[in-house]
């Protein structure tokens, strides 16, 4: 039993021994081969990877050129306009009343249909003076800057200088364009139109048979009627002067 056993045991050992060198040399043929394959594979992979790559570079550099004279072109369009911006400015020095630079480093300007410091409301603009002055100097003041003392023509317009006034007033009075040369002249606007042609705001109504020069101021007010007062024209307080908005007609 132990011999036959040790026999089989030769013979197996025998079988084993040139099937691992068989075994072993087709085993190395096939690594090989696969080898052989996984370089072919690699090759083609970073072939094609470097296709890519180029691709993707020319593509890139012609955006680029596309981006740049894209940039180029907007460029000189910009320094088309500023040239003409530059133009306009030198040639109507008025405008720089209604677009003051806003910004001196970088020389931006921005634009208002009324000169800085007026405020503008419907068609008109609207400057509230700190200083004062008679009626008459008021009125010249107004003019130096291209205005008058202020005509209220709508109820509306009464309702926005009387609340101006009231933020802005300090408990002081403000000249109207309202005068009356006495007699039979009765009320005008400095215009020269009639006072009976348009609403009134008086506090008290004027006294008719009175024959001294007098003038209109707004004083105001709890609310924006009964606030105009009848006042000696000599009278410093302060003034509204109104003027037209810009236009480009
Ligand atoms: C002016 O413009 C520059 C650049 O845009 C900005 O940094 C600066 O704050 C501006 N100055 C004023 C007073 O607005």
Redesign the pocket.
Known sequence: MGVSNGSTLLAEEGKNKTCADKCSFSDHRQLSHYLSLLCFLLTIITLLLTLCLVQITSLFQSQLAVQKNKLSDVTSRLEKQSQSYRLLFSQYPALNQYCSV?????G?RRCSSCPAGWIPKGEKCFLFSQDRADWISSQYRCMTQGGALVRVSTEEEQEFLWSKAQSLSQGDSYWLGLRSSGGQGGWRWSDGSLLEKGPQFWAREPDKSDSRELCGRLTPGDKYVKTWFVSRCSGQVRRICERRKATLQ
């Open positions: 806003s910004n001196s480093t970088t931006e």
